[in-house]
């Protein structure tokens, strides 16, 4: 399997080890498809490795069955791989036990609550990935400050990876990133009136 070589070795007096080992902050944006589908592949290999995985999943209703859940629910209580623990807002957080379905607990809240809670596993170093899925979009609705987001991120303890997914990720977001994807849309079948599929979409 061919491995990566760096375009150049910057001077910072750390050991190639060292450098490669650094948690990293990933930000998959553009207009694309695929923003989630990457970050859950990164969640795959997480698994493999051993690691422990919390998928934060922002926005996304509680209805919307996505096949990478199951499939990373399933490996994650395998016992062969790390475990994985997966929080929906649309459901309610699994830590609250007021109801966002019955209207207690609204959108903005929740969004603010689940940032709440990364915080706290970030400080208790809870998992090694963090998903952090659609999270872009209570950054860019004012719901949850981005000037935050980046200090917490960037000053987060450990040895802790987290990948960040959404259309037009705000710009202090990107310039905090480790590695930044932009998924650009060149050609999709709801262009062509066609809707979203089974298998593909979900």
């Known amino acids: 399997m061919p491995k990566g070589q760096p375009s150049s070795v910057p001077r910072d007096g750390l050991t190639t080890r060292q450098r490669r080992n650094?948690?990293?902050?990933?930000?998959?944006?553009?207009?694309?498809?695929?923003?989630s589908t990457a970050a859950f592949g990164m969640a795959l290999r997480a698994w493999n490795q051993g690691w422990p995985v919390g998928v934060f999943q922002f926005v996304k209703s509680a209805k919307w069955r996505v096949g990478e859940e199951?499939?990373?629910?399933?490996l994650?209580?395998?016992?062969?791989?790390?475990?994985?623990?997966w929080h929906k807002m649309g459901e309610g957080w699994?830590?609250?036990?007021?109801?966002?379905?019955?209207?207690?607990?609204?959108?903005e809240e929740a969004a603010r609550?689940?940032?709440?809670?990364?915080?706290?596993?970030?400080?208790?170093?809870?998992y090694r990935l963090y998903v952090l899925d659609e999270f872009v979009?209570?950054?860019r609705w004012g719901w949850v400050d981005?000037?935050?987001v980046v200090e917490v991120l960037r000053e987060r303890p450990g040895f802790q990876h987290v990948v960040v997914t959404g259309r037009e990720a705000p710009e202090p977001l990107l310039a905090a990133a480790d590695l930044v994807t932009e998924m650009t849309k060149v050609r999709h079948p709801m262009d062509a009136g066609q809707k979203g599929q089974r298998g593909i979409e979900w």
């Open 22 to 35: 650094r948690p990293l902050l990933a930000v998959h944006t553009g207009a694309g498809k695929g923003k």
């Open 70 to 74: 199951r499939a990373l629910r399933v």
């Open 76 to 85: 994650g209580a395998s016992g062969e791989g790390g475990p994985v623990t």
């Open 94 to 107: 699994s830590w609250i036990q007021r109801n966002v379905r019955d209207g207690e607990l609204g959108n």
């Open 113 to 126: 609550e689940g940032w709440e809670q990364i915080k706290r596993d970030l400080a208790a170093e809870t």
């Open 137 to 139: 979009y209570p950054l």
């Open 146 to 148: 981005t000037g935050e």
